[in-house]
């Protein structure tokens, strides 16, 4: 099945810029999706087909894919970013027709 | 409001049944593919079973092929999940995601979540 890896943690000062890597094979050949996933509440989608940005989501947010790594980017960090973030991808050859990442917790210090 | 609520979560014992219901409201029910993702304690994303629009298209992940059944009825705006033969490993809050795009087809990002009931396989 595919396997999609992220960082379990990154921490970052306010007002400085958080990088969060999602490794697959292959992954700059697919769509990427990411997820913000604040404690208690339900993910929200951050960012779409690698560098999309749904309504209402902050400018801070972008996103970008090569080659075997995604890389979701937070500029000017805020307090309310800190939260889990999971990327996700379709894949039609594994166990599961959507298959997300194992999640990265991103620390405002 | 476009919003989503589930219900139907309980604590069941291993090898029983439950049926997980969702009901959207403030958008076009029938033109989206609706999708079922969970979370165990404490752990990561694992997306169930998704459905098309019109229903007469489901996917399940391995791990409950030939256990969860997806459908919807979208006279009543609402997406269901049947769950059968339960295990503990199904234990985990789950979520009702709805497909981001209008009349696509099964792949689509989830652009609005329910807030999750929670599901407890225990003896």
């Known amino acids: 099945s595919y396997v999609l890896t992220q960082p379990p943690s990154v921490s970052v000062a306010p007002g400085q810029t958080a990088r969060i890597t999602c490794g697959g094979n292959n992954i700059g050949g697919k769509s990427v999706q990411w997820y913000q996933q604040r404690p208690g509440q339900a993910p929200v989608l951050v960012v779409y087909e690698d560098t999309d940005r749904p309504s209402g989501i902050p400018e801070r947010f972008s996103g970008s894919n090569s080659g075997t790594t995604a890389t979701l980017t937070i500029s000017r960090v805020e307090a309310g970013d800190e939260a889990d973030y999971y990327c996700q991808v379709w894949d039609s050859s594994s166990g599961h027709l959507y298959v997300f990442g194992t999640g990265t917790k991103v620390t405002v210090l | 409001e476009v919003q989503l609520l589930e219900s139907g979560g309980d604590l069941v014992q291993p090898g029983g049944s439950l049926r997980l219901s969702c009901a959207g409201s403030g958008f076009t029910f029938n033109n989206y593919v609706m999708n079922w993702v969970r979370q165990a304690p404490g752990k990561g994303l694992e997306w169930v079973s998704g459905i098309s629009g019109s229903g007469d298209n489901t996917n399940y992940a391995d791990s409950v092929k030939g256990r969860f059944t997806i459908s919807r009825d979208n006279s009543k705006n609402t997406l269901y999940l049947q769950m059968n033969s339960l295990r503990a490993e199904d234990t985990a809050v789950y979520y009702c995601?709805?497909?981001?795009?209008?009349?696509?087809?099964?792949?689509?990002?989830?652009?609005?979540w329910g807030r999750g009931t929670l599901v407890t396989v225990s003896s």
């Open positions: 995601a709805k497909g981001a795009i209008a009349l696509s087809g099964m792949t689509t990002p989830f652009d609005l």
